[in-house]
């Protein structure tokens, strides 16, 4: 993809070979990839135009929603959703080479949180009283342990961080839930689309609803508005606003365009019950390599 003649540079949470990493390089092979060490740092990257566009883990199958991109999506950043893909997650145990006779009294444990949890039961029968480590992502977590080859401990991360730091797997496929996916959002600032070629067909439309404040049923009506119109929805998550317990935000994935006629009324009804609605665009689900 070409934004005239210069190559599109895409931030993603690095360094090199973490899933963020793989995901990019999957839909992007031919562009310009920059690393960030955290999500929020790729948001910024693209809000402020010092990148085209980002990728951004949104959620995982096992672990659920990453709380943090949703959050800086709603409070932070004015960017929209062009395109979002799947990508398979296999997490597995590395140590570096001088360790690898160790690993069995690993001192410590490094991994991105989400990673750390979808490996939560391995963990806790295996190692429960290793010290887990909280770490930017799990390629970070690999290039610790490969800097550290004197100290016994471990990363949980992929292949390609274990063939890119030289570390050992020691334990294969340690998640917890054989089915384990996360889906990536790609951002941009302009509501542009990006070409459809290895798209999956059906356009989708993420909207970010908040209700008017004490209007009994007022969820009820919201969904009301997609149902009579056979509006689909693959997606309804409330968040905290931020202000005070019991407000949130809704984050809602809707299986249409929102040019389409369906789509017009239905944002207008939701704005004349009172809910403030912002679109962060319509797009397709891009179909990756696994
Ligand atoms: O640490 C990484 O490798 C990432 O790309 C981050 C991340 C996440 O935030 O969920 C991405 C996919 C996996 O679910 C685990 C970690």
Not at 78 to 85: F, P, S, T
Not at 111 to 136: E, G, N, T
Not at 204 to 227: D, E, R, W, Y
Request: proline fraction near 3%.
């Amino acid at each position: 993809m070409r934004n005239g003649e210069r190559h599109q540079r895409i931030a993603y949470l690095g360094p090199e070979a973490s899933f963020t990493y793989l995901a990019t390089k999957s839909l992007f092979p031919n562009e310009e990839l920059e690393a960030f060490s955290t999500i929020p740092e790729c948001i910024e990257a693209v809000s402020e135009e010092k990148v085209d566009l980002a990728v951004v883990p949104l959620e995982n199958t096992i672990e659920g929603t990453v709380t943090l991109t949703i959050d800086y999506l709603y409070h932070e950043a004015d960017l929209y959703i062009v395109g979002d893909c799947l990508s398979k997650i296999q997490q597995h145990l590395m140590v570096h080479k001088n360790q690898k006779d160790n690993w069995q009294s690993i001192e410590e444990i490094y991994s991105h949180p989400h990673a750390l949890a979808q490996c939560h039961k391995y963990l806790y029968y295996r190692f429960s009283s290793v010290p887990l480590q909280r770490y930017s992502s799990t390629s970070a977590a690999a290039k610790l342990v490969s800097e550290n080859p004197d100290r016994c401990i471990a990363a949980i991360g992929n292949v390609s961080s274990a063939e890119k730091y030289d570390l050992e797997i020691v334990q294969k496929n340690i998640h917890d839930f054989q089915f384990n996916h996360t889906r990536f959002l790609v951002l941009s600032k302009s509501n542009t689309r990006l070409p459809v070629d290895h798209s999956e067909g059906k356009a989708k439309t993420t909207l970010m609803i908040t209700l008017p404040v004490n209007v009994s049923g007022a969820l009820h009506q919201v969904l009301s508005v997609f149902a009579w119109r056979k509006l689909d929805l693959s997606k309804i998550e409330s968040r905290p606003l931020k202000t005070g317990l019991g407000e949130y935000f809704f984050i809602m994935d809707v299986h249409a365009d929102e040019n389409g006629a369906m789509m017009k009324g239905a944002m207008e009804e939701l704005a004349a019950l009172g809910c403030n609605v912002k679109s962060l665009g319509t797009y397709y689900t891009f179909l990756t390599r696994e």
